[in-house]
C-alpha cells in the first residue's frame, strides 16, 4: 500500500513551516528595531520596526491559511504592503551619511535602480519589497551603512519569492503547460518556496549577529523560536497521523463497497441465467428450434431483449450454428461451438460467466449466460441471454448503489461513471498503467491504495473478475477522489495551524517576561 500521507497534506505543511521560519525571521528583525527604538526614540525606528512586525503577521497569515483562502490573501497582500512601506518610510526618514572623500580613493559609482519587474507582473506586493530593497542597496552603497547590504539581499529575495507567489493563478488555468507548473509542489511552487526560505534565512543570518550582543532579545527569540518548532512537530504530527488514520479507514470502506458492487454484478449474473433459463423452458421456442421456425424465434427473442433491456439474446442449434440474434436477425448461420459457454450448454448444463467482446472502439466484457433447449427429451440448441458492461450497466449500478465505478477489460478502460469537466465525456480506452495494480489483480487478489485517475489523485480498490474457467481477464475498480476524502482532514489541519498560529501570539508575552527574569538574573 502507498504511502498514506497526500502530497497535499505535504505541501499544506511545507507551506506552513516556511511561512512560519519567515514570520520568526521578521518578528526578530520587527524585535531588534523595537528594542533600538525604546533606547533611541526616532520615529525611523519604530517605522522599520512596525513594518517588520506586519510582515510577520503577514506571513503568519499566509502560512494559516484561515477561512476563505482569497480573502486571506488579499488581507496578508494588504499586511505585506504595510510592512514593506513603513521600511521604505523608516529607511528614507534617515538621512544618508554620505562616503569621506580621501586622496587616491574612488568613490563607488552611483547606484542605479533595477529595471522595472515583468509587464505580466501587476501586483503591489513584489512592488513593495523592491522598494524595500532599493533602499537599503541605496543605504549600503552611497552611504557607510554597509552592514545593510544582507538586508538589501533579502528583500530581493522577498520579490523573487512575492512575484513567484503570483504564479499560483495559473493552477486554474486551462493551459496544460501551465498548469502543473504552478499546482502545489509543482516547480514554480517549490521555487518559491525556497526563495522564501533563502530570504528569511538570509534576514534570520543579519539579525542573530545584533543578537549575540543584547542578552535580553537573545533569550527572548531563542525560546520563542523553539517553542514555535515545538508546536509545529507535535501540531504537524498529529495532523500526520489523523491523515492516515482516516485514509485507511476510506480505503477499507471503499473495499467493503467493491464488494458490494461485485455482489451487484454477481446479481446482474443471476438476472442473466434467470431470464435464459425462463426463455429455454418455454414450449415455444424448443418447438421453434426443432422445426427451425426463424419468425417465432425472431419474435421470441425479440420480445426478451427489449423487455429485459439485454444486450443480446442467441439461439443456436445443437450443433451450435446460431439461428437467430435478436439484435441482429438478418445474421445467423455462423457457427459458436467453440465458445466454453456454449459447449456446456449442448451438454446439457447451464453456465454463466463474464466474456470478453471485441468491439470498433474498446474491448468490452460481457455477462453471459448459456442454457440448453430440450425438446422430447433431447438438447436440440442452446439459448444464450447476455448482459454488456457499458456506460449504461455502470450507471444502473450507482443509482442503485450510490457508488462510481469503472470497468477494465483487460487494462483498458470500458465503461466507467466517471466523466470530465464537462460533465459528459468519458474516457474510455484508456489503460491502467500501474504495474502493481496488473500484477496483483491478474494473480485473483483485490488491490488498494492510491492511483492517478484522469491525473487526479484517487483511494482506489480494483477487484478482478473472471471468466468461467476462473481466469482473470478483467477489473472493477471504485474509488474516490483523494481531494474529497481528505477535505474533512485538510479543514482539520488548517485549524490545528490556526490554533497554533494563536497560541504562539498568546504565549509570546509570557516568554518575553521569562527572558526578562532570566536576563536581571544573569546580570
Known sequence: MPDVISAQFIGQSA???????ASLACLAAGWLFLDAWVDRPHASELSKGSGFILLAIAFLLNGASWGDPSLTSFIADLFKIAGYLAIVVGNLAVSLNARPKTMGYRPDAA?????ALSATTNSLVPLAALAACLVYLRLSTRGLERHLKPLALAFFTFTLSDTLALTSRWTNSSNPLLQPLAAPLGPLWILQHLTLIAAASLLARWVWRYLTKR??????????????????VATTSVAALLLGSLQRDSLASLETASRVLSYAVDSKTADTRTNAEVLAENPAISTAVSTRDQASLNTLSTNLLVSKKLSEVLITDET?????RASDPDRAGDSISNDPLVGRALSGTTAAGITTRTTALTPMLVITTATPVAYQGQVV???????????AFVDGLKRKTGLDSTVYAGATRAATTLTGPDGISRSLGTKETSPQVSTTVKSGQIWKGITNVSNEPYLSVYLPLKNINGSTIGMLFVGQPQDAVISSAKNALKLTFIGASVALLVITLPIFVLSSQISRQLH
Do not use: C, E, K, W
Open 215 to 232: 542578552l535580553l532579545s537573545q533569550l527572548f527569540l531563542i525560546i520563542t523560536t523553539l517553542t514555535f518548532v515545538v508546536v509545529l
Open 111 to 115: 547606484f542605479t535602480p533595477a529595471a
Open 381 to 391: 440448441g442452446a439459448v444464450l441471454t447476455s448482459l454488456a458492461m457499458d456506460n
Open 15 to 21: 507551506h506552513f513551516g516556511v511561512n512560519l521560519f
Open 320 to 324: 451450435g450454428r446460431v439461428l437467430i
